[in-house]
C-alpha cells in the first residue's frame, strides 16, 4: 500500500502541474476556484508522497560514497539559490528562462546522489523527470520570452547567503526526522 501511495503521490504531482498545460481551456474555465483545486491536489500530492515515502520498507539498490553527503550539500545551497527571487532580481542569473524548475532539478539530483533505495529513485527520479517534460510545455505554449532586466549584484549575493543559511535550517530539520544531512 506505500508503494501505491507514493507513486500515486507524484503522478498527482505531475498532473496537478501540466493541468493547465494539457487541458488549458477547461482549466481557463475553471477560473480563480482552479487556482485553489490545483493548490489542494498539490497539498494533497505532497501529502501521499511524504506519507508513502515513509512507510515503504527499504529495498537497497546502491550504496552512496560518502563523498556525496558534501557534494549533495552544495547542490542544496544553489537549488534554493534558484528557486529564490535572486534570477529575477538579481544580475547573475536574469537571463535564465526556469531558474526555479532547475533548482528543482539539482533538489531531486541532489538527493538521488545520497539516497540509494528504491523508494527514493521512485521519489525524487520521479520528481526530476517532471522538470524536463514542465520545461518543454511550457517552451511550447509559451515560445516567446523576454530576460528579466539585469537587477543588482548585492541581491544575488544577499540571496546566496540566505540559500546557506537556509541549508542550515532544512538539515537541521532533517535532523528531527532522524536524518543526518550533514554526515555522521
Known amino acids: 500500500m506505500s508503494w501505491i501511495l507514493l507513486i500515486a503521490g507524484v503522478a498527482l504531482w505531475w498532473a496537478a502541474h501540466l ?12 477560473g480563480d476556484k482552479g487556482k485553489g483545486l490545483v493548490a ?40 534554493l539559490y534558484l528557486v529564490t527571487p535572486a534570477p529575477k532580481k538579481g544580475r547573475l542569473l ?14 531531486a539530483i541532489a538527493h538521488l546522489l545520497v539516497n540509494g533505495d528504491l523508494a527514493s529513485i521512485l521519489l525524487f527520479g520521479g520528481l526530476l523527470l517532471w522538470v524536463p517534460v514542465t520545461i518543454l510545455s511550457i517552451n511550447r ?13 548585492g541581491l544575488d549575493a544577499m540571496f546566496f547567503v540566505v540559500s546557506i543559511l537556509l541549508v542550515g535550517v532544512i ?10 544531512p550533514f554526515g555522521g
Do not use: C, D, Q
Open 19 to 30: 493541468f493547465k498545460r494539457v487541458a488549458p481551456a477547461r482549466r481557463a474555465a475553471m
Open 40 to 79: 489542494l491536489a498539490l497539498l494533497v500530492a505532497i501529502v501521499l508522497m511524504v506519507v508513502g515515502y515513509r512507510a515503504t520498507p527499504y529495498v537497497h539498490v546502491w550504496s552512496p560514497a560518502p563523498a556525496f553527503t558534501h557534494i549533495n550539500n552544495l547542490m542544496m545551497v544553489f537549488a
Open 94 to 107: 536574469n537571463w535564465a528562462r526556469h531558474p526555479m524548475l532547475t533548482g528543482f532539478a539539482l533538489w
Open 141 to 153: 505554449a509559451e515560445p516567446v520570452w523576454t530576460p528579466a532586466a539585469p537587477g543588482k549584484i
Open 171 to 180: 538539515g537541521y530539520i532533517h535532523t528531527l526526522f532522524g536524518l543526518y
